[in-house]
Nanobody, 122 residues
């Protein structure tokens, strides 16, 4: 059974940092694109960042460029999202996704995590 488990969410102040982790189990994602999405209350889910299978290509939503960094550790079957200079508008449930179906930021994915809450106070 494939599982993606996010961790690292929580409460941060504006200007602060958080690091999200997504640990995959049940299969290797070495050859898969991986991504992070978020969904704020009352809003549609939106893509945040994507990393290709090799880790050499990354893409970001304009709203997080220069503040967020996606990375992966194949030895741990884990991806990360380093979030710096957080803003209240970053408040959302963040989801990890694996098995991207196309090489685009808004690609659909085969597997999804349960999500982790990130709350940024002003």
């Amino acid at each position: 059974q494939v599982q993606l488990v996010e961790s690292g969410g929580g409460l941060a102040q504006a200007g602060g940092s958080l690091r999200l982790s997504c640990a995959a189990s049940g299969r290797s994602f070495d050859n898969n694109h991986m991504g992070w999405f978020r969904q704020a209350p009352g809003k549609a889910r939106e893509p945040v960042a994507r990393i290709n299978w090799s880790g050499e290509v990354t893409q970001y939503a304009d709203s997080v460029k220069g503040r967020f960094t996606i990375s992966r550790d194949k030895s741990l079957n884990t991806i990360y999202l380093q979030m710096n200079n957080l803003k209240p508008e970053d408040t959302a449930v963040y989801y990890c996704a694996g098995g991207g179906l196309s090489p685009s930021l808004s690609s659909d994915y085969r597997w999804w995590g349960q999500g982790t809450q990130v709350t940024v106070s002003a």
